[in-house]
């Protein structure tokens, strides 16, 4: 039996960092009587409106520079569309087809499921069409964020 010797090459080597400083508040004039989280900070109880007209400038100028411009429709957005239409039809037909082909597997039966799931798969398609197609009525900037059809992503 051999046996396998190990060795620690962290204990080997010199500590290459100094320790990290312990945290401490800075005593300063404004805020002298903070000793390491005792204590409260200093809130005025009455906010300063023109600081808050001076925020509300700030934010309101940063939400704007940061707002994306609403997207443009592209030249193959339409055929985009039809597509994304004709795959839920047949997405919806080939799930509805393979659930009710399962079952009339398993019960042995002739293809009453197959028929029966085939059509519930072919209104399941078109009832996700129609909602694809309720989408092409709103501009493009609010298809993603205000559809009411659309459960939450």
Known sequence: MKSVLCVSVAA???RLTAP???PSVRANSQFGHMVRGKGRWPVSETPDPERLKDL???IEAAQSARAPEPPKETKYEKANMAWQMV????????I???IGWSLDWLFGTLPVFLMIFGLLGFAA?????IGTAKGL??????RQQDDPDRGPD
């Open 12 to 14: 080997a080597q010199p």
């Open 20 to 22: 990290l400083p312990t």
């Open 56 to 58: 509300s400038a700030r």
């Open 87 to 94: 795959i839920e039809l047949v997405a919806g037909m080939v």
């Open 96 to 98: 509805g087809l393979m």
């Open 125 to 129: 398609g078109v009832k996700t069409m």
């Open 137 to 142: 009525s709103t501009p493009p900037g609010r």
